[in-house]
């Protein structure tokens, strides 16, 4: 069956350290993927996606490379800001089911 | 100019009573969805609706029933809380189904029901 699995949080890191939120997925077919960010208090929202292998997505200063051969979709910032502070959550969607499968989300909190 | 909208925000209630949560999109989407977001952020899909028509039904008590009216709202009722529900519960729509091109999904802000 099609599963997320992100690295647990939370993370802690000081303004402009490098960020990198690992996540690997367990698919049928070829999924796209994704990642979404929750900000205190506020529902998710989309941070960049990947529709097929080796795609890179990215958005903010975010980025993320599909790769097929190690089922990766690592999520990384060169310089994170204190307004960065989040919870994480990688997904996937599989063509087949009609689902959406979410990560357990990886909290960030970035300090000045 | 709100995207997906969810009523109330809040919501505290006893065990045993029967409470509604509103959604609304104004995003012109086919597909909605209800999550349940746990303590630990946990996020666990419950229910998606297709143009009106039930497409996911997760194993979720049979005390939770969504309705859609039309495809632009899609509520969710409960009946007999239990402590257990206590979460914050995300709407969502997207153009279309996971899998599809516009499968992006759009969330509301979230509903946190507190069952004393």
């Known amino acids: 069956g099609n599963s997320v699995t992100q690295m647990e949080g939370p993370v802690t890191l000081s303004e402009e350290a490098f960020l990198t939120i690992n996540c690997t997925y367990t698919?049928?077919?070829?999924?796209?993927l994704f990642w979404y960010v929750q900000y205190p208090g506020e529902g998710l929202q989309l941070l960049l996606k990947?529709?097929?292998?080796?795609d890179k997505g990215s958005n903010k200063g975010f980025e993320a490379t599909y790769r097929k051969e190690t089922t990766s979709f690592h999520l990384e910032k060169g310089s994170v800001q204190v307004s960065d502070s989040a919870v994480y959550f990688c997904?996937?969607?599989?063509?087949?089911?009609?689902?959406?499968?979410f990560g357990t989300g990886t909290s960030l909190t970035v300090i000045p | 100019d709100t995207a997906v909208s969810q009523t109330p925000k809040y919501l505290v209630t006893q065990m045993g009573n029967d409470k509604s949560i509103k959604c609304e999109q104004n995003l012109g989407h086919d597909t909605m969805y209800w999550y349940k977001q746990d303590s630990k952020k946990f996020l666990k899909i419950m229910f998606s609706?297709?143009?009106?028509?039930?497409?996911i039904n997760e194993t979720v008590p049979n005390r939770f029933s969504p309705k859609s009216p039309d495809k632009a709202h899609l509520n969710l009722h409960i009946n007999s809380l239990e402590l257990g529900d206590s979460a914050v519960y995300f709407c969502a729509s997207s153009q279309e189904p996971a899998g599809g091109a516009q499968e992006t999904q759009y969330f509301g802000p979230g509903t946190r029901l507190l069952v004393l």
């Open positions: 698919a049928t077919g070829y999924p796209s």
């Open positions: 990947a529709t097929k292998a080796d």
């Open positions: 609706y297709n143009n009106k028509e039930l497409i």
């Open positions: 997904a996937l969607s599989g063509n087949t089911g009609n689902q959406f499968y």
